[in-house]
């Protein structure tokens, strides 16, 4: 079966043809990073209408990558939610009218199961074995899931406040290191050393908090520098040499990580039936956390982040595990915003 993913949530336009849920035939991602890198963030706006620029010749660039007709294309697939609303709304409008225009019955995917679905792409050999536990670390989102089954999801812990992204986003712009956050922390990280002693959050059970984290970064800064609590964040990275934004970098990436990794194995503990353990979502791509949990899945670095083959590969094991199409006339496909199957 061969499934069109399509994928416009934040700042990726995105089209993949995927077949059977595991194989990559095409993946085409047109980011919009060097647009937001010059403003150190996503302007909802902006982000729309790029989408709009980029979806037709995005998923017709799918299309001949994968060398697949619409003939070929067994159902379309697209994210539905969570994600900025005007992004949402290029991606699903542009798949309900494809899927009217063509005749393929269309799948409306939540974000995150997509996310998680990205570590089944091309791990036909090796793949994750139920039940497992999965972490979804992204830009806006930071949860454990328990999955039983293909397509069963429970959160069992979630973040009360920041997602880990938007931490190591907001952090990077205080080191004044470039957007996307998570990248330039972690090459820079390379060269610092991990002096600086944040806190870790007490948030009990499996939930994260990460805007501590975050504060704990300024006022160590603050403290560093002998700036008073006052100083305007936006100027501390003028007074930062470059060894010390590598050190607070390196400092900032360990506790992150050493947060993340104590509720991994707090939620082992809790379910001990657990088999494996995914990780997903586009801190999924840190060289620090994958080294620091050999034993996790991980997808292919180029697919934590958004992309359309883990929407496709998402909506084939919905198909497999008995889900209905969406109908594209319908606005239906709009409301559901969290995971409850
Ligand atoms: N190597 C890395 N280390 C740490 N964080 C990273 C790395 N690469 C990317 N990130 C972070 O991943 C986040 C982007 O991930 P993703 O695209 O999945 O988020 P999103 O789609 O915006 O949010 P969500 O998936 O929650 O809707 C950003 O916060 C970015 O800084
Ligand atoms: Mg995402």
Request: aromatic share 6%; proline share 6%; glycine share 8%.
């Amino acid at each position: 079966m061969k499934i069109l993913g399509i994928e416009t949530s934040c700042d990726e336009t995105a089209a993949a043809v995927v077949e059977d849920g595991v194989r990559i035939l095409s993946n085409v991602v047109v980011s919009q990073i060097d647009i937001f890198a010059e403003y150190g963030g996503v302007i909802p706006e902006v982000a729309a209408r790029s989408h709009l620029e980029a979806i037709l010749p995005v998923v017709d660039k799918a299309l001949v990558d994968a060398s697949c007709s619409w003939d070929d294309i067994d159902a379309i697939a697209v994210t539905h939610a969570p994600g900025l609303l005007g992004s949402l709304l290029i991606g699903t409008l542009t798949a309900r009218t494809l899927a009217i225009l063509h005749d393929k019955p269309l799948y409306a995917v939540h974000h995150l199961k997509s996310h998680v679905y990205a570590n089944w792409l091309n791990a036909e050999e090796t793949e994750p074995v139920f039940p497992l536990l999965a972490l979804v670390i992204s830009g806006g989102h930071t949860q454990i899931l328990y999955m039983p089954g293909h397509n069963q999801f429970e959160i069992v812990g979630t973040t009360r406040d920041d997602a880990v992204g938007e931490c190591f986003d907001k952090v990077a712009k205080i080191l004044g290191l470039p957007y996307p956050g998570g990248p330039s922390i972690s090459k820079t990280a390379k060269g610092g050393s991990e002096k600086y002693n944040l806190p870790h959050p007490k948030v009990k059970g499996l939930d994260f908090s990460f805007s501590g984290l975050k504060t704990a970064v300024l006022r160590a800064v603050q403290k560093e520098l002998g700036l008073p609590i006052t100083h305007p964040s936006h100027d501390l990275k003028n007074h930062l040499s470059q060894q010390q934004v590598a050190d607070f970098a390196a400092s900032f990436q360990k506790t992150a990580i050493e947060i993340l990794v104590e509720k991994l194995k707090m939620g082992l503990e809790k379910y001990p039936d657990v088999k494996s353990v995914v990780v997903a979502g586009g801190v999924s791509a840190n060289k620090a956390l994958r080294e620091a949990l050999p034993d996790a899945y991980f997808p292919a670095p180029a697919l934590s982040g958004d992309n359309g083959a883990m929407v496709a590969a998402a909506c084939y094991f919905e198909i497999k595990s008995g889900v209905e199409p969406t109908d594209p006339y319908s606005l239906n496909i709009y409301p559901r915003i969290s995971i409850e199957d």
